[in-house]
């Protein structure tokens, strides 16, 4: 099966899984692990912030901190299609009481006059506008790099109306690769930040979530009573920096696959639109008179070629460590057999 399901599917490399075996390990709940604590400090470094916690998830990172940063009852400001909405099963209402106020980005982007318009004004029959939410890159949008005047701008909107700020940066570094920008430049607008590794870096678990020291105090909390600490977590924590060593300049072979495959796709009669592919991830739209998307899915498969179904005739791509220009052209033959 030539997997392009998510580049959640990559898997760690024999090095990777190697790199364990002499990295010191400990406690981590009583700071015992240097190699834990090497990684959130190289972590909160990347983001130019003060502090940072591991955790085995992104959405973790994104649960506690709107768990930090909001009270019950609060109103979270992010695009319709952000990851906090469409893949973490309503954890902001089940974890935090909060509500959310969606914006119809586009590509998976904000403006400032978006944000303006979605902030509640101060009234006891309103929610609290309390937190705003910016994903990099925007995994719904295409993989869609924010620009960094506008992500700043929107942040800096956002902060001069009393929100906190919070970036799901699960692909963050696709974003710096593909665009030379440093990570502490697209998060200085930010209160909080986060980086997955069990994406295009290809480690089996873990994310890091970083903010200020107060901040990371408090997301201990929400850590310990949601799941507790992990002790040894030396033996995980050890692959995600191998994977900051070894993996962060191979993205830029994952976005150029990506770039060719969206070219190839543009002629093929069954797609009536390939949206534009700014790093590892590909849309493609479905033409109206041919299979919808679950019926074209059905066909790839059968084809050994899995995507994923994100609309009714909308699907995604995502390049990553474990598909090559083989798995490219199976993929291509495909769609072409669509009928």
Known sequence: MYNFYSDTQTM??????????????????????PTTLALCDRVADLFGMEAAMFLPSGTMCNEIAIAVHCRPGDEVICTRDSHIIFAESGGPAALSGVMMQPID????????SQVENAIRPNSTFAPRSRLLIAEQTANLGGGTIWPLDQLNDVAAFAKDQGLMTHMDGARI?????????????????????????????????????????????????????WGGAMRQTGVLTAMCLYALDHHVDRLAEDHALAASIAERLTDIPAIARVHPADTNIVLIDLVED??????????????????????????????????????????????????
């Not at 994923?308 to 291509?332: C, P, Q, S």
């Open 105 to 112: 980005g586009e590509r998976g982007l904000m403006t400032v």
């Open 173 to 225: 570094l696709n974003a710096t690769v593909a665009s030379g920008i440093a990570a502490r430049e697209y998060g200085r607008g930010f209160d909080s930040a986060w980086i997955a590794f069990t994406k295009g870096l290809g480690c089996p678990v873990g994310a890091v979530l970083a903010g200020s020291h107060e901040f990371i105090k408090r997301a201990w909390l929400f850590k310990r009573r």
């Open 290 to 339: 041919r299979p919808d998307a679950r019926t074209a899915l059905a066909h790839l498969m059968e084809q050994g070629v899995q995507v994923t179904v994100v609309g009714e005739r909308r699907m995604r791509i995502v390049t990553h460590m474990d598909v090559d220009t083989v798995a490219a052209d199976a993929l291509v033959n495909a769609f072409a057999a669509l009928s």
């Open 12 to 33: 760690p490399t024999r090095a990777m899984r190697e790199s364990i075996l002499d990295a010191p390990t400990g406690d981590e709940r009583h700071d015992g692990c």
